[in-house]
């Protein structure tokens, strides 16, 4: 047999070869090649991948309410004992103030635990 060497006549020949199967063949290798692709598919085994994605959480903790300075009520004219006396007052309550602060911060900022009962996503 010659073969073709256009493309127009390679086609008009692969018409041919394709006119010349019986239609219940093609059906028939149409289904076959079916039941193969779906038969693949159920060899393949499912893989789970687990993320696990840091996600942003409201803090509930309550910011400690700023207490009054001492300072704050000095008149200027209050002699020199009475200014130190309110500083060494004011430095107690500034570090009573910082040690709530830092602890309602460690409160927002520690890692979350587990909720008893709850699903642990596996």
């Known amino acids: 047999m010659k073969h073709p060497t256009t493309r127009a006549q390679r086609l008009r020949t692969a018409a041919a070869e394709l006119a010349s199967f019986p239609p219940a063949r093609i059906l028939a290798l149409i289904v076959a090649m079916a039941i193969a692709a779906a038969l693949a598919g159920c060899g393949t085994v499912p ?5 696990r994605v840091p996600v942003p959480v409201v803090c509930r903790e309550a910011v400690p309410p700023r207490p009054v300075m001492p300072t704050e009520g000095l008149q200027p004219a ?6 130190v006396k309110a500083l060494l007052a004011e ?3 500034r570090e009573g103030y910082e040690v709530r602060l830092v602890a309602a911060l460690e409160a927002c900022t520690r890692p979350l635990q587990p909720v008893a009962g709850a699903p642990d996503g596996h």
């Open 47 to 51: 893989t789970t991948v687990e993320v």
């Open 78 to 83: 209050a002699s020199l004992t009475d200014k």
């Open 91 to 93: 430095t107690e309550l």
